[in-house]
């Protein structure tokens, strides 16, 4: 296949589809090229979402913690990014060393293509200062599958996909082996995250000459408790940033506590959206979020928005009297 018939056949996914998510897919079947688009799924809940970017966050809250964060995102479109999330952490100590373990699954899927990832967390804990640092390191594997469906023009100028050795017309997947690490520290009122995915990003070869190679990610995140003038509420600002290289994706949030059981607040995605968010927290050590985005790119006129569901159980496992003092719902 020649450039200019690669690039008519692009062409026409693209108006098809109606959505540039689709080229990042497309271009990570050609040989020749490299794929420059952030590849980990993206979140709202991130300030309750840590331990997906993070392995020193790993039982830092001193409590078995179990979550499950279900993402809808770009709605109205076919094919949009769908993501489903599954973590459980807590503190561990082997041999009398303070350590916390977790276990990720995620499973994500965007057009054709569908990935699977599992990793193994764990967290080395120290007191530092008044709080705890978490030096944490993620081991796991990165399954990715593609099945186009390609449309290609009926004519003698252009060659059907399965007559092309660089095209994949057909169901093709590959694993590989992934790292991550992070250092997660927390007191009382305060916690900052710096940590990066994808360490020595792998390549996936699905054969055939096609190619992508996985892209090492960078997350810093920090927040804050403050107490209001009312003892029953509590202010919370936080941010969370992303860097793939490429791109930053910048997330400001500010979540508003009353009582210690009911929340809700406001995030802002530079260039990408407004972010409505709220939950509560059930006596029985239940919690339940949402996040709903609203557009503000060019997509918007495409997208019904984005949605978000999060639940999660914590239960106390009777470890040091230091650890149980972190029951806020700013660390899920």
């Not at 499973?107 to 054709?112: A, E, I, N, V």
Request: charged share 15%; aromatic share 12%.
């Amino acid at each position: 296949m020649d450039i200019f018939t690669y690039f008519t056949v692009l062409k026409l996914l693209m108006i098809r589809f109606k959505n540039i998510i689709f080229l990042t897919a497309v271009l990570g079947l050609l040989p020749a090229l490299t794929v420059q688009a952030q590849q980990d799924p993206q979140f709202s809940l991130n300030m309750f979402n840590q331990l997906a970017v993070n392995p020193g966050f790993a039982g830092s809250q001193g409590m078995l913690s179990a979550s499950v964060l279900n993402r809808q995102q770009w709605m109205g479109f076919e094919g949009n990014p769908k993501t489903t999330l599954a973590s459980v952490h807590m503190p561990v100590k082997p041999f009398g060393f303070n350590s916390g373990v977790g276990v990720i699954f995620m499973d994500d899927q965007l057009g054709f293509e569908k990935n699977i990832a599992i990793n193994l967390n764990y967290a080395y804990r120290l007191e530092l200062g008044n709080g705890q640092l978490g030096i944490g390191l993620a081991v796991g594997l990165l399954n990715k599958a593609i099945d186009g469906k390609w449309t290609i023009p009926d004519s003698d100028n252009h060659i059907p996909a399965s007559q092309d050795p660089a095209i994949p017309d057909q169901a093709e997947s590959a694993m590989v082996f992934d790292m991550g690490m992070g250092l997660f520290y927390h007191t009382d009122d305060f916690y900052a995250g710096l940590s990066s995915t994808h360490l020595f990003q792998p390549t996936v070869d699905y054969g055939m000459s096609a190619k992508e190679d996985v892209k090492r990610h960078y997350y810093a995140s920090a927040g804050y408790n403050f107490n209001l003038p009312n003892p029953l509420f509590e202010l919370q600002p936080s941010l969370f940033a992303k860097y793939d290289g490429a791109s930053v994706q910048i997330d400001i949030n500010t979540n508003v506590i009353y009582n210690k059981k009911i929340w809700g607040g406001v995030s802002y995605r530079l260039g990408d959206a407004v972010i409505l968010l709220g939950g509560l927290e059930l006596s029985n050590g239940l919690r339940l979020g949402v996040a709903y985005d609203f557009t503000t790119s060019a997509l918007a006129h495409y997208s019904h928005g984005s949605v978000e569901f999060m639940l999660n159980y914590s239960l106390e496992i009777g470890m040091d009297k230091f650890n149980r003092r972190y029951r806020s719902v700013r660390f899920l």
